[in-house]
């Protein structure tokens, strides 16, 4: 719900719980009022009408207040949009008018229901719209800027898609998501202090290293269960930056948008214009858990394209196999994935081309006919009638320099005349802002998707943009952000052309993880590590923005041959990937019998628990920092509870796990031991799990009776 202030100069965004409130200042500078619990329109006004900043020779009076702080005038703040013409720095824009619900400048498609408000101001003939958007049914506020010149050609060198005020508090606790290759996205919350926290990606991607969401709570206050939190969540795939500043009055702005650098981002000739991305934001009352679960509901409806649409239990065969592969072995794997119950077998890298290593073949996407003679089609077929659906791996943005397409286009790549050309991964990195690159992928993928009956795309990218040139472009800047435009284009035109296709965002594990990709993707592999202990500090950290219907996870071989050698049990490899999208990634071929029985019997268990896991909310019980670790997911009358024990000590009993979200008056029947529980005791006193030894884990399906 949009309100409109009496004097058409205050506005108030309403969801389901809670409010955001701006208005015009005399002088028409756009200020923040209210980003909180739900307000009435009344109280904007109140909060309106109050003293407006104060005035210091040594500050400026708006630091701190601004809905979206341009540059130039008193203002010393980060600025989120910086523009240049030769004559002119900065902006001094003017109030022009607004608009509300309609589709105007949309980005993304605006449902039934979604409120929208639109703020335009212009300076010089550049317009400027600040886009609010709240959906139907979610606290989430969605912002984003549009930029229209119809002025003289101007440098854009920074355009953030928001700037979030936060209220005055005493102090704030930041959350942040951090990691490298195969440790993504590890939780840590530190005190903020005064200055700025920056986080991002000067990558070209979205990067392991940090995933574009903080969440900060006032005085590190907040519990998973208890207090507010306000969180904000880029939707973007390449460079990107977030920084919370702590301003010298202990206000708390957080400004967020693509690019990292403030070096340029891209020229606006008169007539052209650009779009932000969307940055989110939501404040919950219901601690780190319910601001999740809010996070999860919103992808749920608004961004994961299909999430009603639960995803199937897959196979891969990368771990297996790596680059040594044939259709023979395909296919024996593929029926042992069959009698494992598998849904949907998936050949990864090395079907392609010549690649039979990382050093050759990317950018060849027609199959390797010494492998596969045929094509890929016969092994489709196969994978089809053993009842799979059939994926293949594919790395469209890159390319080796010994493959037919370097060979071809050399000057296809992002390069620097008279520079090296780095290689990473032994490859490089085509210059999708090309628009022959652009239509050669289309050609490509569409005569793949064509050619043989595949359903799933696992669309990788394994390596940094490291010389992004692009020799001959007036303005080679812009490949940073148009590489990402075209990837999006480039997967939604795959998506009309191919609906039956799903597709998957890799990039090395957890490298392209973002609102941005998922909302173009049907789920996203989570991190190259598939050790079940490590996954589980992964998963919680993920978890914390992203839901479990989009997180891929494989059980693989033990001992874990890709990375640490841990020993663990099926049970507990399986118990950690039933906790998001589950597949399995080990050789199959050297399972024993007795192991696919067992795979299959926890394979049929996933099935059974996947609406639950996949589409409900999700409470994370104890977090995985040694001892007890549960998660568990509540969706109409059943829960589910999944518990991982790491390590048992003498004398240190494994506590009950007290659960959550369930009716306290009614009574629970657990389908493990058809014992019956009062709700009451489950939310108070707790569940047993009978844990016990190292590595230990369990499934308790619990039905309300
Ligand atoms: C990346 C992915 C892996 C696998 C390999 C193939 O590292 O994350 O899952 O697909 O590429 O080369």
């Not at 926290?197 to 070209?204: D, E, F, L, M, Q």
């Not at 839901?547 to 890709?562: E, F, G, H, I, L």
């Amino acid at each position: 719900m949009v309100e409109i202030g009496a004097d058409g100069r205050t506005w108030l965004l309403s969801g389901p719980t809670s409010s955001y409130g701006l208005r015009l200042g005399d002088e028409d500078e756009l200020l923040h009022l209210h980003w909180g619990p739900r307000i009435a329109l009344a109280d904007a006004e109140a909060l309106a009408a109050g003293p407006g900043p104060e005035y210091w020779a040594f500050e400026a009076t708006l630091d701190g207040h601004e809905e979206y702080p341009v540059e130039g005038g008193p203002r010393f703040v980060r600025p989120a949009l910086s523009v240049r013409t030769p004559e002119r720095r900065g902006t001094e824009w003017r109030f022009e008018g607004y608009g509300t619900g309609g589709a105007e400048g949309t980005e993304g498609a605006a449902g039934a229901g979604d409120d929208e408000l639109r703020l335009r101001f212009s300076d010089s003939g550049l317009g400027i719209t600040l886009h609010y958007r709240m959906r139907a049914g979610s606290d989430v506020v969605e912002r984003w800027v549009t930029l229209a010149n119809e002025g003289p050609a101007l440098e854009v060198l920074r355009a953030d898609s928001a700037t979030w005020t936060l209220p005055l508090r005493d102090g704030w606790r930041l959350s942040q998501l951090h990691g490298r290759w195969a440790a993504e996205s590890r939780l840590t919350r530190s005190d903020l202090t005064y200055g700025e926290k920056v986080i991002g990606s000067r990558r070209g991607h979205t990067g392991h290293q940090h995933l574009p969401w903080v969440a900060l709570d006032a005085d590190g206050t907040a519990t998973e269960e208890l207090g507010e939190v306000y969180g904000c969540a880029l939707a973007w795939s390449g460079s990107w930056r977030i920084a919370v500043a702590q301003l010298p009055d202990a206000r708390v702005q957080i400004t967020g948008g693509a690019g990292y650098d403030d070096s340029g981002l891209l020229r606006l000739e008169p007539g052209e214009g650009f779009v932000t991305p969307v940055f989110a934001g939501l404040w919950s009352d219901g601690g780190f858990g319910g601001a999740s679960r809010a996070w999860h509901a919103y992808q749920r409806e608004h961004v994961i394209p299909d999430a009603d649409r639960y995803r199937p239990v897959l196979y891969n065969s990368w771990e297996a196999t790596e680059f040594d592969i044939s259709e023979e072995q395909q296919r024996a794997l593929a029926r042992r994935a069959a009698e494992a119950g598998i849904e949907l077998f998936v050949v990864d890298d090395g079907w392609f081309g010549a690649r039979t290593s990382d050093r050759a073949g990317l950018g060849d996407w027609t199959p390797n006919r010494d492998r596969f003679p045929g094509g890929l089609k016969p092994l489709a077929d196969h994978v089809h009638g053993l009842g799979m659906q059939f994926g293949i791996w594919v790395e469209p943005e890159m390319v080796n320099q010994d493959s037919d397409l370097y060979r071809a286009h050399p000057d296809w790549v992002q390069f620097q005349p008279g520079r090296r050309r780095t290689e990473l991964r032994n490859q490089l990195v085509l210059n999708l802002a090309r628009e022959d690159v652009q239509e050669y992928l289309w050609e490509r993928l569409d005569t793949l998707l064509s050619g043989a009956p595949v359903d799933y795309v696992k669309w990788d990218f394994n390596r940094a943009f490291t010389d992004a040139g692009w020799p001959g472009e007036a303005y080679p800047q812009r490949l940073w952000v148009d590489h990402v435009h075209a990837l999006y284009r480039l997967l939604d035109r795959l998506r009309a052309a191919h609906p039956g296709v799903a597709f998957e965002s890799c990039s090395g594990g957890g490298g392209r993880i973002d609102l941005g990709i998922m909302s173009r993707t049907d789920q996203v592999w989570t991190s190259d590590n598939t050790d079940p202990l490590d996954r589980l500090a992964i998963q919680h950290g993920y978890s914390q923005v992203h839901p479990a219907r989009a997180m891929a996870a494989w059980v693989t071989d033990s001992p874990n041959t890709q990375l640490n050698g841990r020993v663990s049990s099926l049970r507990f490899r399986f118990v950690s990937a039933m906790a998001g999208v589950l597949g399995v990634g080990g050789d199959l071929t050297r399972w024993s019998g007795e192991e696919l029985a067992e795979a299959r019997t926890w394979v049929e268990l996933y099935k059974e628990i996947r609406p639950v896991v996949q589409g409900g909310d999700l409470y994370r019980l104890r977090a995985p920092e040694g001892g007890l670790s549960a998660v568990q997911y509540v969706r109409g009358d059943e829960a589910v509870v999944l518990a991982w024990l790491q390590a048992q000590h003498h004398g240190e009993p494994v506590p009950p796990l007290r659960l959550r979200g369930l009716d306290p008056t009614a009574s629970y029947e657990c389908l493990e031991t058809r014992e019956v529980h009062r709700g009451a005791v489950l939310l108070h006193h707790g569940l047993r799990t009978g844990l016990r030894g190292d590595l230990d884990a369990t499934v308790v399906r619990l039905r309300r009776k």
